[in-house]
């Protein structure tokens, strides 16, 4: 099945269309009811049955009312009369080539790259008006700063895999300096059973620059992210399929980072795919003082030569 056609079938199946990214802790649907909580999340090719484009990603992410007095959330949006919270996580994420054995340049290939950032987030909730309005900022490096290639050969090694063998022509050391914001509404609401919500977002900055829009659903026993969080159910189980559509302005995971022009390969811009197609769905379990999620995601190829992908991944949260 083409790319775009998988990508109509999931929207025709799903009637759903949301913004995501390679990691999205912020999004309605993950709401964790609470104003203090951790949570993990690992993302893996592996769970995909493949290894390439996004390889792997984690991310430690802390919601705490401390994290209002973080200096950083003056740069962000913080609405009068909205239910507010701040946080901070530290997020990791790789790419690779098809051919991970290979030691030289995969030419037509993407190149290998790795980014760690360090992000401050404040998520303004208005329960009147059903909406919810975020916004972050990174800030962090790419290159062979952030461990990309001991993350992956530590895990290969441990779990007997192929040792990656082309690191040494990964994307350059340069700095990560990214802003996001985002706005979703509710449109629909039935006895907390489904949802469906409309979504915009806008990434500018060194790493990631692009805009989307779309909408989300939940379907099951759902506790709405859109109502006070003392009304809320302490048990919930449901399921969300989501599907996005980005316009790409610059991805420094294929073309280098902005100010360094010594990495041995990039994409040219000219071969950046400047619109792409991504699916996510997956199971979410949430009682009085746990989280749990199991997704997959595919996403259309991210430059000419290239090809679709996907990926598996997993969040652990608890409350305090």
Not at 35 to 52: C, E, L, P
Not at 160 to 165: H, Q, R, S, Y
Not at 196 to 211: D, I, P, V, Y
Not at 248 to 263: C, H, P
Request: a positive charge; one cysteine or more; glycine letters at 8%.
């Amino acid at each position: 099945m083409k790319n775009y056609q998988l990508y109509f079938l999931f929207t025709f199946l799903f009637p759903i269309c949301l913004l995501a990214q390679k990691i999205d802790n912020m999004a309605s649907f993950r709401d964790m009811n609470a104003k203090r909580y951790f949570r993990f999340n690992y993302d893996n090719d592996y769970f995909a049955s493949q290894d390439q484009d996004y390889t792997q990603g984690y991310s430690f992410e802390l919601v705490s009312p401390n994290m209002k007095n973080n200096p950083i959330n003056k740069m962000l949006f913080n609405p009068k009369n909205t239910e507010n919270k701040y946080g901070i996580t530290i997020e990791h994420i790789g790419f690779t080539p098809f051919n991970i054995k290979n030691s030289k340049i995969e030419y037509g290939d993407r190149p290998f790259a790795a980014t760690i950032m360090l992000k401050s987030f404040a998520i303004a909730t208005d329960t009147i008006n059903t909406s919810r309005l975020i916004s972050s900022m990174n800030i962090g490096l790419i290159g062979p700063g952030a461990f990309g290639k001991e993350m992956q050969v530590a895990i290969h090694e441990a779990t007997g895999n192929t040792i990656p063998e082309g690191w040494q022509n990964q994307i350059k050391n340069d700095v990560v300096l990214n802003y996001e914001v985002s706005y979703e509404k509710q449109l629909i609401s039935y006895r907390n059973l489904f949802s469906l919500s409309s979504n915009t977002r806008l990434r500018l900055g060194t790493l990631f620059t692009n805009a989307g829009i779309g909408v989300t659903t939940t379907f099951g026993i759902v506790n709405t992210p859109f109502s006070s969080i003392k009304t809320k159910k302490s048990f919930s189980l449901y399921g969300f399929a989501q599907s996005m559509v980005n316009v790409i302005g610059y991805d420094a995971t294929l073309q280098g980072g902005i100010f360094n022009k010594k990495s041995p390969y990039r994409i040219s811009n000219s071969e950046i795919e400047r619109l792409t197609a991504q699916i996510n769905f997956g199971m979410i379990m949430q009682t009085r003082t746990m989280f749990f999620e199991y997704s997959r995601s595919l996403i259309t190829r991210e430059f000419e030569v290239g090809n679709s992908s996907k990926w598996g991944g997993i969040k652990v949260g608890f409350r305090f």
